[in-house]
């Protein structure tokens, strides 16, 4: 990921930056790094205006790096969390492999085995069940403290209802903190007995170090809740404080229609103030 004194010109405004050779007494990075391999990235770009740093993937067969932009500054403001990676100016510009801030917090890694859960949702005073009534989606802001491909969800079902089924689905967050567009869904989860579930997304998830929410719905009722304490491992995903309520973990509810067989559309997003973080677990296995 981080290699000493790899340096190169490249060209591109886009996601793609294309190698164009090292810089003088400087390393190529198709010297220091292998096809698929993760690269700690900052850059300037031709115009002398935009600095950007991420972490990236080497691609060999094209001597590229397909950006992944975690900081960036634009000439007058940083951002520190960027959702999209800034675009760039043309002509030719500089980039170095180097330590970034996030690389010395939580690094991007091929995670394997691992579960990342709210931290609010196994605390000592925390609530950590949640009621779920029928076809009523719960929505709640968390973000996620290492990049990774997760693909799938973990939580236990503490007490049974009505409800035979339920989805969850994770979601973008908007620059403004607003629920975003679906990014992935699981398939529909049995919820008819008690005890611990998982269940895979559709499809596996490459996420960055940035904020989502991640929802739950079922087409009935039921109340989930965190994982059993043997089962919690080290929190790397938390609530965070507001965006639907001025509450810490609060979440908001979308009521949807019944007999829904993908996850629901959510068309507005009512506030529901409680201080409640059920364990919904991302998992890499």
Known sequence: ??????????????????????????????KTFADGDLVNYVLEDSAGTILIAGTGVYVSATDDITRNDTWNWNGTVVDHEPTTNITLAGGTHTVRCD??????????????????ISGGAYTTGQNRTIALVADTVYVMPYIVDYYGDYDNVRFRVESTGTATKARVALFSMDADGTLGSQIEETGDITISSTGEKINAFLSTMHLKRINYYIAIVANGTATVGALQDSYITPAHLWGLTGNFSTRNASM??????????????????????????PGLALVAL
């Open 252 to 277: 908001g509810t979308a009521t949807t229609s019944s007999g829904w067989t993908t996850f629901p559309a959510i068309t507005a997003v009512g506030t529901l103030s409680q201080n409640k973080t």
């Open 99 to 116: 330590v970034i801030g996030n690389g010395l917090k939580g690094t991007y890694q091929a995670i394997s085995n691992n579960e990342y």
């Open 1 to 30: 990921m981080y290699a000493n004194f790899t340096e190169e010109t490249c060209t591109g405004t886009g996601n793609t930056l294309a190698l164009a050779g090292a810089t003088t007494n400087r390393i190529q990075f198709s």
